[in-house]
């Protein structure tokens, strides 16, 4: 199975400033044929299932705020809040859908400074 | 709106059985792969089965291989999942997920139900 290492396990940024998560796979996520990277973010709040904001690792889900950006190449990610708003609290995961079984990351909790 | 509406949770003793149902509604149900993600209290998500469109392909959590047995029925636009032998360790919360796509992989997870809570205790 592919492993997904997700750092740092937490994070607390002032609002306004600029958070970022980092992912990597233990295994190289670009698709040679097509040149698409099978890795999507995940943003789960309080209560409630998770929900997607990224796909093909730097695609946003449509009505995500465009202060979520997702980066990287390979088996190295990121995924960028330019601003942090307080609604932004959240728990986000990092996931692979390049082989079966998909697996996630262990997450990222994100709070506010 | 589409909707993923998840029941069938409860409390089981150790060895009993559970069958969860997932109804769908808001999308065309029989063109897209549908999956069953847990998460444990206060932990992380994991995958435990999915299921392609057309049923011919199934997957499953190594935890759960065996134990646990994906279906769907695409003229009731509904996802299933037979639990059999539970174990104190398959205690979660577990979501009804639609794939972006058909197969198994290769599509990301792009929407999720609320989830049923499945607690194994005696």
């Known amino acids: 199975d592919i492993v997904m290492t997700q750092s740092p396990e937490s994070l607390a940024v002032s609002l306004g400033e600029r958070a970022t998560i980092n992912c990597r796979s233990s295994?190289?996520?670009?698709?040679?044929?097509?040149?698409?990277?099978?890795l999507a973010w995940y943003q789960q709040k309080p209560g409630q299932p998770p929900r997607v904001l990224i796909y093909w690792a730097s695609t946003r889900e449509s009505g995500v705020p465009d202060r979520f950006s997702g980066g990287g190449s390979g088996t190295d990610f990121t995924l960028t809040i330019s601003s942090l708003q307080a609604e932004d609290v959240a728990v986000y995961y990092c996931?692979?859908?390049?082989?079966?079984?998909?697996?996630f990351g262990q997450g990222t909790k994100v709070e506010i400074k | 709106e589409v909707q993923l509406v998840e029941s069938g949770g409860g409390l089981v003793q150790p060895g009993g059985s559970l069958r969860l149902s997932c109804a769908a509604s808001g999308f065309t149900f029989d063109a897209y792969a549908m999956h069953w993600v847990r998460q444990v209290r206060g932990k992380g998500l994991e995958w435990v089965s999915g299921i392609s469109w057309n049923s011919e392909a199934t997957g499953y959590a190594a935890s759960v291989k065996g134990r646990f047995t994906v279906s769907r029925d695409n003229a009731k636009k509904s996802l299933y999942l037979q639990m059999n032998t539970l174990r104190s360790e398959d205690t979660a919360m577990y979501h009804c997920?639609?794939?972006?796509?058909?197969?198994?992989?290769?599509?990301?997870?792009?929407?999720w139900g609320k989830g049923t809570t499945v607690t194994v205790s005696s």
């Open positions: 997920v639609k794939s972006s796509g058909v197969w198994l992989s290769h599509d990301h997870m792009d929407v």
């Open positions: 996931q692979q859908y390049y082989t079966t079984p998909p697996t």
């Open positions: 295994q190289n996520l670009l698709y040679n044929s097509n040149n698409k990277i099978y």
